[in-house]
T-cell receptor, first 111, second 114 residues
Framework: QKEVEQNSGPLSVPEGAIASLNCTYS??????FFWYRQYSGKSPELIMS????GDKEDGRFTAQLNKASQYVSLLIRDSQPSDSATYLC???????????FGGGTRVLVKP | GAVVSQHPSRVICKSGTSVKIECRSL??????MFWYRQFPKQSLMLMAT?????????EQGVEKDKFLINHASLTLSTLTVTSAHPEDSSFYIC??????????FGSGTRLTVV
């Protein structure tokens, strides 16, 4: 079982709709979770981080964390064509400082 | 905000030669530098972690004699790909952290070995 799993997609979303991305992780000791957006040929850019159970909102983005079920999700509201990218979920465990990335979900927002 | 400058952005080298990639933290002290490799349509794979002044810790399967990492100061870390071969062609990305407070990624280096 992979440490961090994501559906590779592509997730096709009409412009203006909500894109819903999911990520599951295997280590119950994981404490921090991060969502990154990566455009083709570019390095990842941080969307948001989440550490506590529940929802965290930042603009059009909402991250949700459920430690009991070991999943973290990202909602993108009012999706725009510029949101078309690969979204990477990453975890940081209690021991150590390194991030472990999921395989990424490719999102296509169609005008 | 925190910025990490990574150079070169693209490099083409001949098989058997060595290539050095630099990452500099411009406005903060990078106590830890992470080096990733990303093959097309795949995710980031951590190669090694280096703390300033210490030897790098390599992930399983990564050859430490082939991928030399130097983190001699709090603002500069380098990755040298020695005796590069076509299979080393990839996108290399560094990420700097200050005492685990966050992660700032460099812009990446596209290495092509011909």
């Amino acid at each position: 079982q992979k440490e961090v799993e994501q559906n590779s997609g592509p997730l096709s979303v009409p412009e203006g709709a909500i894109a819903s991305l999911n990520c599951t992780y295997s280590d119950r000791g994981s404490q921090s979770f991060f969502w990154y957006r990566q455009y083709s040929g570019k390095s990842p850019e941080l969307i948001m981080s989440i550490y506590s159970n529940g929802d965290k909102e930042d603009g059009r983005f909402t991250a949700q964390l459920n430690k009991a079920s070991q999943y973290v999700s990202l909602l993108i509201r009012d999706s725009q064509p510029s949101d078309s990218a690969t979204y990477l979920c990453a975890e940081r465990r209690a021991a150590g400082n390194k991030l472990t990335f999921g395989g990424g979900t490719r999102v296509l927002v169609k005008p | 905000g925190a910025v990490v400058s990574q150079h070169p952005s693209r490099v083409i080298c001949k098989s058997g030669t060595s290539v050095k990639i630099e990452c500099r933290s411009l406005d903060f002290q990078a106590t830890t530098m992470f080096w990733y490799r990303q093959f097309p349509k795949q995710s980031l794979m951590l190669m090694a972690t280096s703390n300033e002044g210490s030897k790098a810790t390599y992930e399983q399967g990564v050859e430490k004699d082939k991928f030399l990492i130097n983190h001699a100061s709090l603002t500069l870390s380098t990755l040298t790909v020695t005796s590069a071969h076509p299979e080393d062609s990839s996108f290399y990305i560094c990420s700097a952290s200050y005492r685990g407070s966050g992660y700032t990624f460099g812009s990446g280096t596209r290495l092509t070995v011909v």
